[in-house]
């Protein structure tokens, strides 16, 4: 079976400086990995995803994700954070195991605090 | 691309009442995704299409919800009778293929009181 694990429900952070939400996950075969943020009363957003390739994913607003496969890791990270990223972020992970399939499983979520 | 659409936004219906929520999946999308949103348990999977079968509704919380998807541009999630524990964000969501990205649409927001 799949799983995401979000281990910090709030990260907290000063708005300029660097920052990273963690997530690691388990699953049979290849994973297929994303990253999806959401404002207050929105739906999902999708920012990056990690299928196959260079470890290191550039996506959308300044985000990037680097996909560790010995640490089964996938932590999300900017160089320098804004008031306006703050909101709600979910890891999710799908997996090729008995053959590519869709089914996209989410972490907990994350709630990213920027303070001005 | 309009998205995924959904309706109605926002939902207000009475214990015991029957609720159906409607989703608009991308044009050429073969997968289509049904979650529901609460605090409590977070984004659950409840069923899954694939080319308007329904692959995996492992998801779904009991008898009283079905879904179906008569043709590739609508689906229904159903609800009957609905009970306050419904009560959540339930989102519809579609992609083109295994690996491709996942758009999710705004959300049905149901309160059953």
């Known amino acids: 079976a799949q799983s995401v694990a979000q281990p910090e429900d709030q990260v907290n952070v000063a708005e300029g400086n660097p920052l990273t939400v963690k997530c690691t996950y388990s699953v049979s075969g290849n994973p297929y990995l994303f990253w999806y943020v959401q404002y207050p009363n929105r739906g999902l957003q999708f920012l990056l995803k990690?299928?196959?390739?260079?470890?290191l994913v550039k996506g959308s607003y300044g985000f990037e994700a680097e996909f560790n496969k010995s640490q089964t890791s996938f932590h999300l990270k900017k160089p320098s954070a804004l008031v306006s990223d703050s909101a709600l972020y979910f890891c999710?992970?799908?997996?090729?195991?008995?053959?590519?399939?869709?089914?996209?499983?989410f972490g907990t979520g994350t709630l990213l605090a920027v303070q001005p | 691309d309009a998205g995924v659409i959904q309706s109605p936004r926002h939902e207000v219906t009475e214990m015991g009442q029957e609720v159906t929520l409607r989703c608009k999946p991308i044009?050429?999308?073969?997968?289509l995704f049904w979650y529901r949103q609460t605090m409590m348990r977070g984004l659950e999977l409840l069923i899954y299409f694939n080319n308007n079968v329904p692959i995996d509704d492992s998801g779904m919380p009991e008898d009283r919800f079905s879904a179906k998807m008569p043709n590739a541009s609508f689906s229904t999630l159903k609800i009957q009778p609905s009970e306050p524990r419904d009560s959540a964000v339930y989102f519809c969501a579609s992609s083109a293929r295994p690996g491709n990205t996942i758009y999710f649409g705004e959300g049905s927001w149901l309160t059953v009181v």
């Open positions: 999710a992970v799908s997996s090729t195991y008995g053959g590519a399939t869709n089914k996209l499983i």
């Open positions: 044009s050429g999308h073969d997968y």
């Open positions: 990690y299928i196959t390739g260079d470890n």
